[in-house]
Structures are given as structure tokens and as C-alpha cells.
């Protein structure tokens, strides 16, 4: 185990410092003193090695204090009622975390069968034993993982009112829970070759159901009695005695072989690790056959246009699965919440009057809502795996970075007004279900409000293509300015929960980001994207 657990640390941190040195060489004026020579010095890689191993100790800490703080914490701090008591606010907090981290995370995470970089190079390219790989790993994962956790729970949980004892019983239930969902999903993949984790369908109902039962006591101002159950004894003892089993049986398991090859999906360590580790990727890019083919009427609106305008009017029409495909799922969603919103809404008329329910209390979430339901992601995706992979590697093509990034605007913001459009009408419907007799100013801020975040979101997405060009040709995500800046977005829109005060300066806020986030992807797109812009 330690000559294992020093190759594996040897191996992230080797990959970690590349990519650092990588990414520093990107930064304004101090790149440029950082040549690639450093990749061969080997004292000094070592001298990076030791901060490359910290930083990723660091942000080990930094992301648990992200994930309970912005996502537990925050929410029951700034939504429970002013006079629930520090017991009732405990109860809400170990609620959500109950909710998200046992029974979401379970199902939709899984060391053991996860498809990963690092798992390729040590068993299919070092020739390591799967056996030694995966326990020295998961011992890892694990303990790293209560180590991480901890501080953000102490800190979070007592400024609820709760013990010290009741923080440390809470992280170390989840620590061996996990390890026995991990020895679950490896006894599920043995008798039935499924790997849950990959049956996105699955994965993503109980990632929305769990979220919406994690927040709904909140909203419905209801106390839930989760943790009244969760922290009892014989409920703790059993999670114990549970998870010391999973983790002595995962310590003797002896078919690893077979997880690792389902996961890593490759026997030959010769073939291009790229292609490995992208399949999942492009098969979500991939057009169908029958997409390219158009109507005459779609041929004769492509007949006045030039240039990017023609290329861009071509993409979009011919890749109608991918553009479209996402866009008419969550206008089912939205339709399908709708109605179950104004179903409810009618049951539940005279209770909802009586908690003096109101239309502008839904506007804070209205900007995680937009952001999940935005497809400019998607859409960038499929642009880049399906056109920009091969024209991105032409000068003229990146010259023109600012004139195709107006005319994608236009596409992106256009689908995103439809889910927006969705989005009020469903709203709509369920405040007049609920009793709201005539339009109202509240009705009006809503609409602003949607309208502006699909704008927002059209422009941010598109922005954060052009300016960082996150996908490699691996259509892995790697860049780290990327993830800072979305998490900086994230970490926005989860702080607008407690938002309090009244509708119109809400609107006005985020009407006014809508226009100056518009204004500056303009200036700067126009300035450094033929730089940005290119294929990493």
C-alpha cells in the first residue's frame, strides 16, 4: 500500500504540475518569461511538484467549504423564517445535506467505476494491479474526504447550533455511507454489468428529484424531521457498521480487472488516450445522418447570405438534433412543471393565500433556474466538436472570431427567449391557478427578470467559448481560468437566494448585468478573441 499510494501521488502530481506550468504560460506578461524548457528541468519541476501537491491539498478544503456553505448553509441561513429557532435551522441544514450529499451523491458519483485519465495511465499504461490501484485509491478518496469535509462542517454546523459532537457524527456518516454506496454500485456492476453512473437518465431524475425535495421545506416554510432520524443512535451505528463492512470488503475484493476495464473501456495501451477518454463526449456532439439534409425552403433562405453568415446559417439548420434536441427537453420540463404547478396551485389555493405566498419570492431562483435551463453550453459543445475543431486552425477563421460570435449570439439568445418564454407563461399560469386575479407590477418584474437572465446566460456562455476556448481536443474541460470564472457565476447566483428585499431592484440588478455583461463580451471578444479563440 504506501509503494502504491507514492506511485499514485507520484502520477496526479506529475499531471497537476504539467498543467500548472501549462497555464502559467497562459498568463499576461508572466507567461512569457516561462519557456518550455521548464518541462525538462528536472529540479525545478520538483520545486513546482511540492506547490502543484499543496494547491491541490488547498483547494481539497477551499471546494467542501464552497459545497456546504453555498449550497446548505447559505439557503437556510438566508430563506428560513426570522423566527424558526437555531434547533429548526439545524434540523433544515442536516436535512439538505442528508438529501444531497446520502442520497444524490450516492447514485450519481462512484470512484470505482468512474472514467478517469489518471486510471488509464496507471493500469493500462504502467501495467499496475487493478487490486493495488483501486484500494490504494479508494483509501485515498476517503480519507481525503472526511479530512476535507470536516473543518466546513464544524464551522457551518455549529453556526446553526450544533454540537461539535453532532458536526463530527454527521461527517463521519457520510464518509463510510459513500464507501458503502461505492461497494454498492460495484456489487450492482458485478451481477448485472450495469454502471449506474453512466445511465444518464437515472442519474439525472434523481439528481432533480432529490434537489427539489433537498429545497422544497425551505420554500414551503416547513420543518423537516430528517436529522430528528438521521442522528439518532441505533441510525448511526448501523451507517457505521455499514460502512466498515463495504470498506473491508472493497479492501479484498478481487475483480477490479472488470471494473477497470468498464471503465476505462480500452485493452491496447497503444491507442490514442484521447479517443478513450471522449467517447462519452462525442456521442452527446454527434449529428445524425439525416440532419444534413434540407428542405428546398430551408435551401432558399440560405441564398442571400455570405461569408459567416452562410457557414453559421448552415450549422444551425443541419445540426437540428443537437441544437434542437436539447432545447425541446426543457421546454418539456418546463411545460411538465407547469402544469404540475398549477394542478397543485388549484389543490392548494386556500393554503398557499393564507402563507401570504407571493409572486416575487420566486425571482432569487429564478437565476439558478435560467442557468441550468440555458443551452449555450450545449450548443458550444456541438459548434465545437461539429465545426470550429477544424476551422480554428486557420488564421482567417480566427480573425473573424467577433463577427461569428454576433451571429451565434443572435442563435444562442434566440433559443434561450423560447425557454424564457416557457418559463413566464408556466409562472403565469400557476400565480393566476393560485390566485392572483389581474396582471401586477410582480408579474411584470418576473418577465424582466427571465427574459434578462436568458440574455445573460446567452451572452455568458458564448463569452466563456470565445474568450478561454475550454475544450481540448479531447472535449475534456481543463482550463482553470474556465472553472474560476463559472464558479465566480455560481457562486452569484447562489447568493442571490437570500435575496429579501423587494422585486424592482432585483430587476433593475440583474437587467443592468444583463447590459453591461453584453457591452464588455463585445468590446472584448472584438479585442483579443482571434487570440483566444484556437484549438488547446
Not at 441544514?93 to 444524490?104: G, L
Not at 412543471?337 to 416575487?360: K, M, N, P, T, Y
Not at 459548434?383 to 470550429?388: A, E, G, R, V
Not at 467559448?465 to 481536443?473: A, G, K, V
Amino acid at each position: 500500500m504506501p509503494g502504491m499510494f507514492s506511485t499514485l501521488q507520484a502520477i496526479r502530481t506529475s499531471i497537476a504540475t504539467n498543467l500548472l506550468i501549462f497555464y502559467i504560460q497562459k498568463l499576461p506578461v508572466v507567461g512569457k518569461l516561462v519557456k518550455n524548457g521548464i518541462y525538462a528541468n528536472l529540479e525545478l519541476k520538483k520545486a513546482i511538484s511540492i506547490l502543484a501537491l499543496l494547491l491541490t491539498w488547498v483547494w481539497g478544503f477551499i471546494l467542501r467549504f464552497l459545497y456546504v456553505g453555498l449550497m446548505i448553509y447559505l439557503p437556510v441561513a438566508g430563506l428560513a423564517g426570522g423566527e424558526w429557532s437555531e434547533e429548526q435551522r439545524f434540523r433544515q441544514f442536516v436535512h439538505i445535506f442528508a438529501i444531497i450529499s446520502f442520497a444524490v451523491a450516492s447514485v450519481s458519483s462512484a470512484t470505482v467505476l468512474e472514467p478517469k485519465r489518471e486510471k488509464y495511465i496507471a493500469v493500462k499504461l504502467m501495467r499496475l494491479s487493478p487490486a493495488r490501484y483501486m484500494t490504494t485509491t479508494l483509501a485515498y478518496r476517503y480519507a481525503t474526504f472526511g479530512i476535507y469535509l470536516l473543518p466546513a462542517m464544524l464551522l457551518f454546523a455549529t453556526l446553526l447550533g450544533a454540537s461539535i459532537l453532532e458536526a463530527l457524527m454527521l461527517t463521519l456518516m457520510i464518509t463510510l455511507w459513500r464507501v458503502l454506496a461505492e461497494y454498492g454500485h460495484l456489487k450492482l456492476f458485478e451481477r448485472t454489468g450495469i454502471v449506474l453512473i453512466k445511465k444518464t437518465g437515472i442519474v439525472w431524475a434523481v439528481i432533480l428529484i432529490g434537489y427539489a425535495a433537498a429545497y422544497a421545506p425551505l420554500l414551503l416554510d416547513k420543518v423537516p424531521s430528517t436529522g430528528d432520524y438521521l442522528l439518532l443512535w441505533p441510525v448511526v451505528i448501523v451507517i457505521a457498521a455499514g460502512g466498515w463492512f463495504a470498506a473491508s470488503r472493497l479492501a479484498r475484493y478481487g475483480r477490479y480487472r472488470e471494473a477497470v476495464d468498464a471503465a476505462t473501456k480500452r485493452d491496447d495501451p497503444l491507442l490514442n488516450i484521447g479517443r478513450m477518454m471522449a467517447d462519452a463526449q462525442k456521442k452527446s456532439v454527434e449529428s445524425k445522418a439525416g440532419d444534413y439534409e434540407l428542405r428546398p425552403d430551408q435551401k432558399d433562405m440560405q441564398k442571400d447570405k455570405q461569408g459567416h453568415a452562410y457557414l453559421n446559417g448552415l450549422f444551425f439548420r443541419r445540426h437540428k438534433s443537437l441544437i434542437g434536441g436539447p432545447l425541446n427537453k426543457r421546454l418539456a420540463i418546463i411545460g411538465a412543471l407547469g402544469v404540475a404547478g398549477v394542478i397543485l396551485a388549484l389543490l392548494f389555493r386556500s393554503q398557499l393565500q393564507q402563507l401570504d405566498w407571493r409572486l416575487e419570492m420566486l425571482l432569487p431562483f429564478l437565476v439558478l433556474t435560467m442557468y441550468f435551463m440555458s443551452v449555450g453550453e450545449s450548443i458550444c459543445r456541438a459548434m465545437f466538436y461539429n465545426c470550429d475543431l477544424s476551422l480554428m486552425r486557420y488564421s482567417f477563421y480566427r480573425g473573424a472570431a467577433y463577427e461569428h460570435f454576433r451571429i451565434r449570439l443572435v442563435q444562442v439568445a434566440k433559443r434561450n427567449l423560447l425557454i424564457a418564454a416557457a418559463t413566464g407563461l408556466s409562472l403565469t399560469a400557476v400565480a393566476f391557478a393560485a390566485g392572483a386575479a389581474e396582471p401586477n407590477a410582480e408579474l411584470l418584474m418576473l418577465w424582466l427578470c427571465v427574459i434578462a437572465l436568458s440574455l445573460f446566460y446567452s451572452v455568458h456562455h458564448l463569452f466563456m467559448y470565445y474568450m478561454f476556448q475550454p475544450y481540448s481536443t479531447e472535449l475534456n474541460v481543463k482550463n482553470p481560468l474556465y472553472f474560476a470564472v463559472n464558479m465566480g457565476v455560481s457562486f452569484a447566483s447562489g447568493l442571490s437566494l437570500i435575496w429579501r428585499g423587494p422585486a424592482l431592484p432585483f430587476t433593475i440588478v440583474i437587467v443592468a448585468l444583463t447590459l453591461l455583461y453584453l457591452a464588455a463580451a463585445l468590446v472584448l471578444v472584438r479585442k483579443h478573441g482571434p487570440r483566444t479563440f484556437r484549438v488547446k
